[in-house]
């Protein structure tokens, strides 16, 4: 049985900083692509970051370029969101994501495993 465990949200300042962990018990964890996502109160889940299995390669929405970073341990079965320079904006359920094909894409779809979320609220 697939789980992903978000954890590391919070409330901060704007400005502030928060990291994001998503543990996956999942077997081929180490050959999938992986994307992190959100959903803000009355608004569609949209696409924040992904990267490929081996972490050579991470994309991200405009919206948090050079902000974000995406990571992944595939050690520990665990892929990272480092959020920087947070804006009230970015405020949301912060949900990852386990990528169906090997490049990873923005579209949900084409994820098939969701972890349950977690809370990150930017206060101005």
């Known amino acids: 049985q697939v789980q992903l465990v978000e954890s590391g949200g919070g409330l901060v300042q704007a400005g502030g900083s928060l990291r994001l962990s998503c543990a996956a018990s999942?077997?081929?964890?180490?050959?999938?692509?992986m994307g992190w996502f959100r959903q803000a109160p009355g608004k569609e889940r949209t696409f924040v970051a992904a990267i490929n299995w081996s972490g050579a390669s991470t994309y991200y929405d405009d919206s948090v370029k050079g902000r974000f970073t995406i990571s992944r341990d595939n050690a520990k079965n665990t892929v990272y969101l480092q959020m920087n320079s947070l804006k009230p904006e970015d405020t949301a359920v912060y949900y990852c994501a386990v990528g169906m094909r090997p490049i990873p894409t923005t579209y949900r779809e084409t994820y098939n495993y969701w972890g349950q979320g977690t809370q990150v609220t930017v206060s101005s």
């Open positions: 999942i077997r081929a964890f180490s050959l999938s692509s």
